[in-house]
């Protein structure tokens, strides 16, 4: 499993990313394994696609050749994908050959997924066309009633969708950033958050 074996399609794919398609299924099965939640082929590929770490179709055929070869196992009645103890064994024992940075980026990928779904049963996401562009709706809940609800313009559906992701990985922060605006109470606005240090 050499990176210099290129047989992959590398279209959207970052230069860092993978171009080996046995690669791609070793990453698959890692994913599975470190999931904390269900996932679908759909959040795969998703989170593929998040950090261009390879070819969306090249992830879907690394799937289905999973799945076909029982290391996967697809569940009918919701779509979920569940690894088998030979794709366990994949993950176990050729996670190595992945570079660090692709274990990191994909596995941090993995978490902004699986928190903007837990955010999306409670923070509620619009999109709606209009002359010109899109409106997109953040709404704010507390669990028990609606406490901020902000409609914004966006030229294109690709910076609607940035928003709403935007928005789903922190609303607390923009809730407290409006609310120390329009009150004129600094003291509540968001912290800037520290840079991380790499060691």
Do not use: W
């Not at 593929?48 to 029982?70: C, M, P, Q, T, V």
């Amino acid at each position: 499993m050499q990176q210099d074996n290129i047989d992959a399609f590398t279209g959207g794919v970052r230069p860092d990313g993978l171009k080996n398609k046995s690669d791609i299924k070793v990453l698959v099965c890692f994913l599975l394994s470190h999931s904390t939640q269900p996932l679908s082929r759909k959040d795969l590929t998703d989170i593929f696609l998040d950090r261009g770490l390879a070819n969306y179709f090249e992830a879907s055929d690394a799937i289905s050749s999973l799945i076909k070869h029982e290391n996967v196992v697809e569940h009918t009645e919701d779509g979920t994908l569940a690894i088998t103890d030979s794709g366990k064994i994949i993950a176990d024992t050729l996670y190595d050959a992945l570079p660090l940075t692709i274990r990191e980026k994909s596995l941090d990928a993995m978490s902004k997924l699986i928190n903007r779904r837990h955010v999306s049963k409670q923070n509620k996401t619009k999109i709606e066309a209009c002359d010109k562009g899109y409106h997109v709706t953040c709404t704010v809940n507390d669990g028990t009633m609606e406490t901020m609800s902000v409609k914004i313009y966006v030229p294109t559906y690709n910076y609607a969708t940035v928003v709403r992701d935007r928005f789903l990985d922190d609303p607390e922060t923009l809730y407290r950033a409006v609310m120390a605006l329009l009150t004129d109470t600094p003291q509540i606005a968001p912290k800037p958050k520290k840079p991380i240090r790499r060691i």
